[in-house]
């Protein structure tokens, strides 16, 4: 019987579904001959529990980013009690799912799961090894629990916070870098994608990302870098922010200026790939996939609590900046475009960064050692020790 791996994320934001899809893919492509399935853990709770969760947390971080930081890092000090009690309760057909589809290894892209399977390990209805891959540059307490028996995390700073801040030994914690989708880092034909995209080859292009909530003013940013350097190229990702693709398709053009709006594509490796910089909120995923393509990464807005903490390891590497606002943004753009030898330099500390190869070392670890705890056979009745 081919051993069985389930992959639980939660759609609270996109990035942890975003992780779990990527080492589905990976899973598919690496090892076949195992039965992998990718659920959103919320899916399996009460429709009132992810109502109040989902619309929750974008109101707090868009609209109370104070409060949210407030939260962020009460949780960090200690887990919430009656937090807890809540999602205990509301898992209670997550738990019987994941006992029914009697899985080898639980393997977690977001802090609910782990949260409430941690219980029924405990209890004694789940007996099979829960581990997490860690979606930020940083070491929260939401992520640790007594039952997670191994992290994958994004580099040794964040291994050493796990291991000083909870405990968690060296054996059970895993650097591989956040997993991102296959293509970002892989070689392409540059010429062939700016002639699809209408790029020219000698001009400067610039990458706006926009998500859905804590979004920076890009319209504002690309009329006063347009004023100062009118031959930059501008592609602006809007995703499905209807009223972000309208302001930005709203700037005054200098003649001759090339500006692509877009709204949800997948086509991100390659935009990534022809752009000399890119700009965005420092979410886990978008960083990890930025420094995965080796691009320099300037931070345009940042949730509080975990968005700052991968700004500040995009920082910390060289690999990126912050500007905040539309003047210190533009400021900085305009700084790079005009230095090749400091761009250079950013775009080698993002590939130093970059792990491209994070889902497939996730999965050849998790692989290894499911195939060989399913070659274990099962103690015989008679060999159980009594309880």
Not at 24 to 34: C, N, S, T, W, Y
Not at 44 to 60: E, N
Not at 159 to 186: N, Q, Y
Not at 371 to 387: G, H
Request: proline share 6%; net charge positive.
């Amino acid at each position: 019987m081919a051993a069985r791996v389930l992959l639980l994320s939660g759609s609270a934001g996109h990035g942890h579904v975003k992780v779990a899809e990527a080492l589905l893919a990976a899973f598919q492509a690496r090892h076949p001959g195992l039965v992998v399935e990718h659920w959103d853990a919320l899916e399996h709770m009460p429709g009132w529990f992810r109502g109040v969760y989902r619309r929750g947390y974008v109101a707090l971080v868009d609209r109370f980013p104070g409060l949210w930081r407030r939260l962020y890092a009460s949780t960090d000090r200690a887990h919430s009690w009656l937090g807890h009690r809540i999602s205990r309760l509301a898992a209670r057909r997550l738990v019987r799912d994941v006992v029914a589809w009697r899985p080898d290894l639980v393997l977690c892209t977001h802090f609910l799961a782990p949260e409430v399977l941690s219980v029924a390990i405990e209890r004694g209805r789940l007996d099979v090894p829960v581990e997490i891959v860690v979606t930020d540059h940083d070491a929260h307490r939401s992520w640790h629990w007594p039952r997670v028996s191994r992290a994958f995390v994004a580099s040794q700073h964040v291994a050493g916070r796990f291991e000083l801040k909870f405990g968690m030994p060296p054996s059970s914690l895993c650097v591989t870098g956040i997993p991102v989708r296959e293509g970002f880092g892989t070689p392409r034909d540059l010429h062939a994608v700016r002639r699809r995209l209408g790029l020219f080859e000698q001009r400067p292009t610039v990458l706006f990302l926009s998500g859905g909530f804590a979004a920076a003013p890009f319209a504002e940013a690309i009329d006063a870098l347009w004023r100062s350097r009118p031959d930059v190229q501008v592609l602006a990702v809007c995703g499905r922010n209807q009223r972000q693709q309208e302001r930005v398709r709203a700037v005054t053009r200098p003649p001759g200026s090339v500006l692509h709006v877009l709204g949800f594509v997948e086509e991100i490796p390659d935009l990534m790939a022809v752009a000399d910089v890119v700009v965005s909120k420092s979410g886990g995923i978008t960083t990890s996939e930025c420094m995965a393509a080796g691009r320099p990464l300037l931070v345009s807005a940042h949730i509080a609590g975990q968005e700052e903490r991968n700004a500040d390891a995009v920082a910390e590497a060289g690999a990126g900046a912050r500007g905040l606002s539309v003047d210190s943004l533009v400021s900085r753009l305009r700084v790079l475009l005009d230095d090749p030898a400091a761009l250079a330099a950013m775009a080698l500390a993002a590939r130093r960064m970059g792990r491209p190869d994070a889902a497939a070392c996730v999965v050849d670890d998790v692989a290894a050692r499911v195939a060989a705890r399913a070659e274990v056979p099962a103690p015989r009745e008679q060999d159980r020790t009594p309880a």
